[in-house]
């Protein structure tokens, strides 16, 4: 997917000012950012269902404007919002999109017991729409966008007002879709959730993108440095002379009676250190990576701008 310049307004509202990224085949890339930011518009726009103002955007090198019908094959589309016919059953939903998505008649029965059981809905076949829980809903929404077998997925929010178990479950279907090749792009708020599945992440506020990157890229320490936090059982403070010699090692600084702070020139140091500290007796409870968490470069990126 290539999106280049978009803008969109409604009426006074710049809802995109001016948006470029790409996500290349294969890969799963998360929009991050605040209610109202556009990712919505931005999704819809490569899903044809919305014309930006100026700019393009491509989906496998076909253009959504000149090549919207081409695009739309190509294209599986989870809305904000998934509607769905309440009083319909499962299948009979996934048979009337199918339909409208052209999947042949001949082929449609088949491809609806495969999604299914992708989506493990197998036992819920015959029933009505309505009386799913909202999880088993998202499933069926999401079968729904499978039905044609995309290359491309645009998933708006696909686990938003889940329960954990039901997030988790999700979760493990997108990475499911990854392994078989597909190209996705997922509308977040949830970080934790952009950092377990994105390869790239854009964070965007009021239609601009503020950063883009690798979610351990942008959470990384400046200057290619690695802090890691040590927490000992015991105090920490007699064996930290030795940290300090230990080759690679830039920083120590105690930070309680049982913990410290290390600034490491590699991360590979991190194993000598704990080797010379286990050797001068202090026993280990943990050894942690301290990074900034996608939510703090986030928070900070947002309240920059
Ligand atoms: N059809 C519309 N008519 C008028 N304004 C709109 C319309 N669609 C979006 N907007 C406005 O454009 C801006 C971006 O909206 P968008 O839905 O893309 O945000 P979002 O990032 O998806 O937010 P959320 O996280 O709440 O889903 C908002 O200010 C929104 O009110
Ligand atoms: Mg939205």
Do not use: W
Not at 13 to 41: C, E, H, W, Y
Not at 141 to 153: F, G, K, Q, T
Not at 224 to 237: H, N, Q, R, T, V
């Amino acid at each position: 997917m290539e999106v280049r310049g978009l803008v969109k307004s409604f009426g006074e509202k710049k809802a995109l000012d001016g948006i470029s990224f790409s996500v290349r085949k294969g890969q799963i890339m998360g929009l991050l950012g605040p209610n109202g930011a556009g990712k919505t518009t931005t999704v819809r726009i490569l899903a044809t269902l919305l014309r930006p103002d100026a700019g393009t955007a491509k989906v496998m090198g076909l253009d959504v404007l000149d090549e919207a019908l081409e695009v739309r094959s190509l294209v599986g589309y989870l809305p904000e919002r998934p509607c769905l016919y309440e009083r319909l059953t499962v299948e009979d939903n996934l048979a009337f999109y199918g339909r409208l998505y052209d999947v042949p008649e001949g082929e449609l029965e088949a491809r609806i017991k495969e999604v299914l059981e992708f989506l493990g809905l197998e036992g819920r076949s015959g029933s009505k729409v309505g009386a799913l829980s909202k999880g088993l809903r998202q499933r069926v929404a999401i079968a729904r966008a499978l039905l044609h077998d995309p290359e491309v997925l645009l998933l708006d929010q696909p686990t938003s007002d889940l329960d954990p178990a039901s997030a988790r479950a999700i979760r493990d279907l997108i990475k499911g879709l990854r392994e078989q090749g597909k190209t996705i792009l997922i509308c977040t708020h949830n970080l934790t959730e952009a950092e377990e599945l994105c390869d790239v992440v854009a964070i965007i506020n009021e239609g601009h993108i503020l950063a883009v990157g690798q979610p351990g890229e942008l959470m990384r320490e400046p200057g290619d440095k690695y802090a890691f936090e040590l927490l000992s059982i015991g105090p920490i403070g007699p064996y930290l002379a030795r940290a300090r010699e230990v080759e690679g090692v830039i920083h120590v600084e105690q930070k309680g009676e049982d913990r410290a702070l290390l600034v490491l020139a590699r991360r590979e140091v991190i194993a000598d250190v704990v080797r010379e500290l286990a050797l001068s007796g202090c026993r280990m409870l943990e050894v942690k990576l301290a990074r900034p968490s996608l939510e703090d470069v986030y928070l900070r990126l947002v309240r920059e701008r």
